[in-house]
């Protein structure tokens, strides 16, 4: 009889303490699947966001150059602001080989090396490249697909600085013209 008794309490409480067990793995599961979806939710918004800006750059370079120069400057200005939004919404994107190429062709667009010999309208539609480079890869990254490849244009922006092995971008810095009319 004490063998029973002593049985169950030591079934009770075994019970307990496994379904106590189960309960806490199973919220904890839950908060990191939470968390995922969370996280997700913010870079998917950040993508977006980011989209948003690229395909305004895309508008504003698609654009005649004006004659007026504020107006010019004007939108020179707004190239800088556009990629600022974009590298900093570029945080909230797990992903890094989407965050670096995506760092890569925003920090081209308003450069020119100091040796350039492309015309106005060959920089404006390199920076146009450089936006359908982003943008595609932003996408690929919304629909769960890989990067795409770069194109030949692309390659071509970014030879430009062969002093640069593509490699690692954390110990290179970039210029803007000195005559401030990069995209004459």
Partial sequence: MWIGAIAGIVGTATGGALSVWSGRWTH?????TTRAAEQRARA????????????EIHRDFRKAKTPDADEWRQRLRLLHDR???????????PDAKLRTRVREDTFYMPLSPPDDRRTG???RAAVIDLCNDAAACLG?????????ARS???ERTRDLWPEWKHEEDSYFYMWEADEGDSFG
Wanted: proline share 2%.
């Fill in 152 to 154: 030949v244009r692309v």
């Fill in 44 to 55: 998917v918004a950040a993508a977006e966001a980011s989209l948003v800006e690229l395909l």
């Fill in 121 to 123: 309208t060959e920089r």
């Fill in 140 to 148: 690929a990254f919304l629909r769960d697909e890989e990067l795409p």
């Fill in 28 to 32: 904890r599961a839950q908060e990191r």
């Fill in 83 to 93: 990629i600022a939004k974009v590298q900093v919404l570029l945080h909230s994107i």
